[in-house]
């Protein structure tokens, strides 16, 4: 199992937002949903073996953790909507501090980071770390952050992490995770 | 100059769709919609020297190209209403068989895959490719198709070019650009 947990620092914690303004309104919860999209989506088929974890830490209700599992996932297509409107209905039921199903594969709780850096051991995605290429073995949890920089009290939760990178240019979170997943699938095939 | 070319096959070729229902109404306008994204973005950044090439062939005035400009593009933010939105305001210009300028950076005309591939040369992503890993050099101008296979047409057209493939999975189209953006990247760096 592969393992890519974003932390969406403005993303909304309710399910009130627009479908029709993720970037606004949402807390740029489209950066979310691309993310979501790379990690899951092969041609005509989706990654089983993949879960996407998203923290979300905007208004009015943070942190909560929406967990997607590849191997369970229904109802989910490519575009930024669709993981979206998936979002939304997690964030729309209760929930405490245990996984709660919202619809087939996705579960929602409440909790941050600090829940989940003790549940998998992760490496961080840092334009400073080591090449990807260069590993004798992938990792299989991997921590990004959305279009925001790791607060202080992020880096801090992470500092013990190791670092890698996906080469010599800055990507989006989405983008990162797409050059990852090539980088595994040639590790395998 | 990079470029990348994308056929959406069932891409609505009229500004008349819904912003709301990209996979929908306009044709599967959100793959292309990615395209663009994966073609331009960095983090707080823009590829300049990068042109995405949308060649659209759906109903009901087929076929139309669009062309974005890194080197002058604006207006552009990486949801894939963003670039659906600039895509909208070229269709709902009037165009003949020459580039017209409809927002900054962005183009369109009358014409298609035929007359795009007098242009430039063209190699085309294909999974039976040569590992673009193990080229010696990089082509700078890329073909690829939406989530539907080349026509036969088309593929008859495209006969000559060279084959490139990213890996051992099939992927998205969005996500191939990526991939190879970041070959390119680890070229130049």
Redesign the interface.
């Given at each position: 199992m592969v393992r890519f947990a974003v932390v969406g620092h403005r993303a909304r914690t309710t399910g009130d937002f627009s479908?029709?303004d993720?970037?606004g309104g949402a807390g740029r919860m489209?950066?979310l949903c691309?993310c979501v999209?790379?990690a899951f989506?092969?041609?005509?088929d989706i990654r089983r073996d993949v879960e996407c974890i998203l923290v979300l830490l905007g208004e009015p209700d943070p942190p909560k953790t929406i967990l997607f599992r590849g191997d369970e996932l229904r109802y989910l297509?490519?575009?930024?909507?669709?993981a979206a409107s998936l979002i939304k209905k997690a964030l729309n039921i209760p929930c405490g501090s245990e996984y709660r199903e919202s619809t087939k594969g996705v579960y929602v709780r409440k909790g941050g980071l600090a829940e989940l850096l003790g549940e998998h051991e992760f490496v961080q995605l840092d334009e400073g770390g080591a090449d990807v290429r260069e590993l004798e073995a992938l990792p299989d949890a991997w921590l990004l952050s959305d279009?925001m920089d790791f607060t202080a009290e992020e880096a801090e939760l992470a500092a013990d992490l190791a670092r890698i990178s996906?080469?010599?240019?800055?990507?989006?979170a989405d983008?990162t995770i797409?050059?990852v997943l090539?980088e595994i699938?040639?590790s395998?095939?």
């Open positions: 479908l029709n993720l970037p489209d950066v691309r999209n790379s989506f092969l041609s005509h297509s490519p575009d930024e909507r669709s279009h996906v080469g010599p240019r800055i990507l989006h983008h797409t050059v090539n699938d040639r395998e095939c």
